[in-house]
């Protein structure tokens, strides 16, 4: 067992001489990441992308309708998962500025498995097809801009309008909104 012990501390000073830098640790998050990145089914509406190709806890999902009354649109969302996930849901934010009453205008996202629902068992594929369903079925009981949840509620025709011209990069009530329009 002590030569074992003498046989490390040589290799670790040897690695140290020669610059070598011990490999990182893989993280229990980084490998259900990995897990739940492989499992991903994304069909032909979704692609992933890694801006650092290391750092599999940063990336962003960019999303593209096909039906619905945001169809063909280009949404990008950022995902940012803690070294405690799956313990705590990821991150998760528009980076487009749009007109959708689950989506506040800083990109803040309102789906109950990213707060209070959330549960260790959920995976990535769960927060994504629950995104996927905000696009599908805006949800008008539990805004985030309240003033979207109102028009769907009240005027789905209004509401259908103030999406396009948001879509569009127009305004609704003095609100410009980002072009999303493939």
Not at 60 to 80: C, H, Q, R, V, W
Not at 156 to 174: E, I, K, L, P, Q
Request: charged share 25%; hydrophobic share 35%; glycine share 6%.
């Amino acid at each position: 067992m002590l030569k074992i012990w003498s046989m490390k501390q040589q290799q670790q000073k040897s690695d140290a001489a020669s610059g070598q830098s011990k490999k990182k640790k893989v993280t229990a998050a980084q490998l259900r990441v990995q897990k739940d990145l492989s499992e991903l089914s994304l069909g032909t509406t979704m692609t992933t992308h890694f801006p650092n190709p290391d750092d599999i806890l940063n990336f962003t999902l960019t999303l593209t309708p096909d039906e619905g009354l945001y169809k063909s649109g280009i949404f990008t969302f950022t995902f940012a998962i803690s070294q405690n996930f799956p313990h705590e849901p990821p991150k998760v934010k528009c980076k487009e500025k749009i007109y959708h009453p689950n989506i506040d205008l800083e990109g803040n996202v309102c789906l109950n498995i990213l707060r209070e629902d959330w549960k260790p068992v959920l995976n990535l594929n769960a927060v994504i097809v629950g995104l996927q369903f905000l696009f599908l079925e805006p949800n008008a009981q539990d805004p985030l801009n309240k003033d979207a949840a109102n028009d769907l509620q009240q005027d789905r025709d209004r509401f259908r309008r103030n999406v396009r011209s948001a879509m569009g990069g127009g305004s609704v009530r003095g609100e410009s909104f980002d072009r999303v329009m493939k």
